[in-house]
């Protein structure tokens, strides 16, 4: 029998190992207005405890989450933790209507959930209308103690956030999309770090900085919070070495520049190897859709050097065209996953399910004595598969699955498109009444719980040809492949990467193009997949995957929070 004083120490030692490499990390987010100044406006924002961005969330790998919400705005709100796996805590995940009903404007909410199985750079953002333009902030994930990153070790870390800014309310520029059915204005700048930087009116001042010393190496984690920009980044005369995207790793990339969609996050090492000045770091966008604007200005922050002289023009990069598309898919195409890397996962070989969906826009009917501003007379939308997804209303959608609540939402997404046609082919396609309209529906998908899914994303050239990064909530999932016209089984299923695929949860689906990934579904729960252009989120790009509970307590989603707000 084993001496029972040495079992209660080393039981004690365990406890105290434990303990010492986890933590509670709590915050509490006052959300309110905010008189702000940019581009010689004074501009009333919804900011998080009077910061733009809001305030950045440390943790480390294996710790609890617990934020304190108050809703002191005018505006219903939930906050989604971007990225965050959320297993079996689906009730935290935040998107509006779909995990929860939102918090009222006087009301509060506590989410609280535990990082699990993930370290990097990822993010947090409100998930009702627009409020995202200026309610987000970095979430940073170490590791645990004791454990180091899969890289040299870095001087000091850095959180590089990009944005958009509009001198107007943001929600009422939604609104105003939404009644007259056409796009929304655009942006009037980019924004690092919530500068537009030197080359806006009224903003020499209103640049970001960036300290470096000589020989020193700095971890960026560059986050794209915009709402609709995708965009180009660049420091001059500098490399970068990407190490991780989407808080996933990947084996070392070095490249001169990164074009980062929507949702997205990249981890790169800087070193400061330059002779002694200022360099210029900038964001330009990437559009490929013609006719349909965009915001073609560039956000500059500067890097400068200990020992700079204080007077002198810094150095600019080049940034390539805005419809370079090459540039923009260069590094996308290149990264490969760090294999048997800290919470490597190995590619799912078996698929229980396969689906084919298109992504893209087209129209609605105006409704009866309305007059409408979209292309002859309709209101854009926007859909998967030719459904254009519809938000439950009195009802969130995790509440309804949880409950077996009838009349919410259908089973019945379909697993292709109701019609092949020729993608990729403007010419066609903006022309075929077939194409354009899509019914509002709220159809999701039911996934027997560990099964695996691989869809092939297809994005159609109705209307535009765009890039559409897409969002899946409660995974990540692995890249197989990507590429440029219609998908084509018999041909490109030999470019699938089965042994080091870059792993994601925001894949920007190449501009008249397509990608392929695969997940598996082993979190119990309602999950969101959607554009993260929040103009096509509006108008209907998205879908819902319904994950059932597994055999065991272990595997089962738990019961609501008693404070889960009510609809």
């Known amino acids: ?99 929860q009903c939102p918090i009222l404007p006087g009301n509060k909410y506590t989410y609280k959930f535990k990082i699990s199985g993930q370290e990097g750079t990822l993010w947090w953002h409100s998930h009702v209308s627009w409020l995202r333009a200026t309610v987000h902030g970095a979430l940073i994930i170490r590791p645990k103690s004791g454990h180091k990153y899969p890289f040299p070790k870095p001087h000091r870390e850095v959180t590089i956030i990009l944005g958009e800014w509009w001198n107007a309310d943001v929600m009422d520029v939604e609104e105003e999309a939404v009644t007259s059915g056409d796009l929304p204005n655009i942006s009037d700048a980019f924004t690092i770090n919530g500068w537009p930087g030197d080359l806006y009116p009224c903003s020499q001042n209103h640049m970001y900085k960036l300290k470096v010393e000589p020989g020193k190496t700095y971890l960026l984690r560059i986050v794209n919070t915009a709402l609709n920009g995708q965009l180009f980044y660049k420091i001059a005369n500098h490399n970068l070495t990407v190490f991780a995207i989407d808080a996933a790793y990947t084996k070392p990339y070095v490249t001169d520049i990164i074009m980062i969609a929507p949702g997205q996050t990249v981890d790169a090492l800087l070193v400061a190897d330059q002779d002694i000045g200022s360099y210029y770091m900038a964001a330009s966008p990437y559009s490929t859709s013609v006719g349909i604007p965009y915001d073609n200005n560039t956000t500059r922050g500067v890097v400068v050097y200990d020992g700079a002289p204080p007077i002198g023009k810094p150095l600019m990069p080049t940034l390539p065209a805005f419809s370079d598309t090459a540039t923009a898919y260069k590094l996308s195409s290149s990264l490969k996953g760090l294999k048997d890397g800290p919470h490597w996962a190995q590619v799912p070989k078996n698929v229980d399910y396969k689906m084919f969906v298109t992504v893209g826009l087209g129209f609605t009917p105006c409704e009866a004595n309305r007059t409408c501003l979209g292309p002859k007379g309709t209101k854009l939308s926007a859909s998967m598969n030719n459904q254009s997804f519809v938000p439950p209303k009195r009802m969130s959608s995790l509440q309804a699955f949880y409950s077996n609540v009838d009349g919410i939402y259908t089973t019945d997404f379909p697993v292709k498109p109701p019609i092949e046609f020729d993608y990729t082919n403007a010419t066609i396609n903006n022309y075929n009444p077939a194409f354009l309209f899509a019914p509002k529906v709220t159809k999701v998908t039911k996934l027997k719980f560990n099964s695996t899914v691989e869809m092939v994303l297809q994005n159609t050239a109705i209307i535009g040809v765009e890039n559409h990064p897409m969002h899946l909530h409660g995974s990540n999932f692995h890249v197989l492949a990507q590429g440029f016209g219609n998908y084509n089984p018999s041909k490109h299923r030999e470019m699938f990467n089965l042994v080091d695929p870059q792993i994601r949860n925001t894949i920007g689906v190449p501009a008249g193009g397509w990608a392929v990934i695969r997940f598996t579904a082993d979190n119990p729960g309602v999950w969101i997949m959607h554009c993260h252009l929040d103009a096509h989120l509006t108008y209907g790009l998205g879908t819902v995957f319904m994950v059932e509970n597994g055999p065991t307590p272990e595997t089962t989603l738990p019961l609501p929070p008693v404070n889960l707000p009510n609809c």
């Open 1 to 99: 029998m084993r001496n029972p004083v040495l079992l209660l120490v080393g039981v004690l030692t365990l406890m105290v190992a434990t303990t010492a490499s986890t933590a509670v990390v709590e915050h509490t987010f006052n959300v309110q207005n905010l008189t702000v100044t940019r581009l010689c406006n004074r501009q009333l924002i919804v900011a998080v405890n009077g910061s733009f961005p809001g305030p950045r969330i440390r943790v480390r790998e294996g710790d609890t989450l617990i934020v304190h919400v108050y809703n002191k705005s005018p505006y219903n709100l939930t906050v989604h933790w971007h990225g965050v796996y959320q297993k079996l805590s689906c009730w935290a995940d935040g998107p509006n209507m779909i995990t």
